[in-house]
């Protein structure tokens, strides 16, 4: 087990984390955190390594989804199991506040750290909390915004065939002062190819209609 805690703050657009560019919400960029100091010679100095590295690329995995907002991130607990012969599985949670909000937003990530090259390769991050939430009328008009901002996603990265989103069912909880989360299920089809489902979860931001975040993991086609 391994125990962090770090404070950042961050007015993203006006520099770089770690020696990487800033980057804007809604990019491809492929998000790795290093440690800034040498090769750990000690078992302390090596629990260090693999708290900064995994700072780094959870801050610049949060960074990519607020485009030119204030950030500020608190690191909390991270455990580590061994993922093969130079890989550690890590998972931990801590909580961030977004531009001017006064109420912090809890957060949990999994992530692989590389003993070797010291790094920590694209966390996946999922902000929020893990309560259910309530169940969303379909003819709500959140639930209909989320529907239309998927399909245009879900198009957009499967371009190349015909395919469709749907959602079956929505539930929604209050996060920090100004936003939503929302958790749903639904089903991918793709043509002639079988059709899949889809766990769905978004952050929502009352006051201006953005997605913080909205991702999707799709199961097997069947």
């Given at each position: 087990?391994?125990?962090?805690?770090?404070?950042?703050?961050?007015?993203?657009?006006?520099?770089?984390?770690?020696?990487?560019?800033?980057?804007?919400?809604?990019?491809?960029?492929?998000?790795?955190?290093?440690?800034?100091a040498a090769q750990p010679a000690t078992r302390?100095?090596?629990?260090?390594?693999?708290?900064?590295?995994?700072?780094?690329?959870?801050?610049?995995?949060?960074?990519?989804?607020?485009?030119?907002?204030?950030?500020?991130?608190?690191?909390?607990?991270?455990?580590?199991?061994?993922?093969?012969?130079?890989?550690?599985?890590?998972?931990?949670?801590?909580?961030?506040?977004?531009?001017?909000?006064?109420?912090?937003?809890?957060?949990?990530?999994?992530?692989?750290?590389?003993?070797?090259?010291?790094?920590?390769?694209?966390?996946?991050?999922?902000?929020?909390?893990?309560?259910?939430?309530?169940?969303?009328?379909?003819?709500?008009?959140?639930?209909?915004?989320?529907?239309?901002?998927?399909?245009?996603?879900?198009?957009?990265?499967?371009?190349?065939?015909?395919?469709?989103?749907?959602?079956?069912?929505?539930?929604?909880?209050?996060?920090?002062?100004?936003?939503?989360?929302?958790?749903?299920?639904?089903?991918?089809?793709?043509?002639?190819?079988?059709?899949?489902?889809?766990?769905?979860?978004?952050?929502?931001?009352?006051?201006?209609?953005?997605?913080?975040?909205?991702?999707?993991?799709?199961?097997?086609?069947?």
């Amino acid at each position: 087990m391994i125990r962090a805690a770090i404070v950042v703050a961050l007015l993203l657009g006006a520099g770089s984390i770690a020696g990487m560019p800033a980057v804007s919400a809604g990019s491809a960029t492929r998000v790795v955190g290093k440690p800034l100091a040498a090769q750990p010679a000690t078992r302390e100095e090596g629990v260090q390594a693999v708290d900064d590295a995994t700072a780094a690329a959870l801050i610049g995995a949060i960074a990519t989804q607020f485009d030119q907002r204030r950030v500020e991130v608190e690191l909390g607990r991270i455990d580590a199991a061994p993922a093969g012969f130079v890989q550690r599985e890590l998972s931990g949670n801590g909580r961030l506040r977004i531009g001017d909000d006064t109420t912090w937003l809890p957060f949990h990530f999994h992530a692989l750290y590389d003993t070797e090259q010291a790094t920590v390769d694209s966390p996946q991050l999922t902000l929020g909390s893990d309560e259910p939430g309530a169940l969303l009328a379909r003819r709500s008009p959140i639930v209909q915004r989320l529907g239309s901002e998927l399909a245009r996603r879900f198009h957009q990265e499967f371009a190349q065939q015909p395919t469709q989103i749907a959602l079956d069912t929505v539930r929604s909880a209050p996060a920090g002062g100004h936003y939503l989360q929302l958790r749903a299920r639904g089903v991918a089809h793709f043509g002639g190819e079988g059709q899949a489902g889809a766990d769905i979860q978004a952050l929502y931001d009352t006051r201006n209609g953005a997605w913080l975040q909205l991702d999707y993991q799709l199961a097997d086609r069947g």
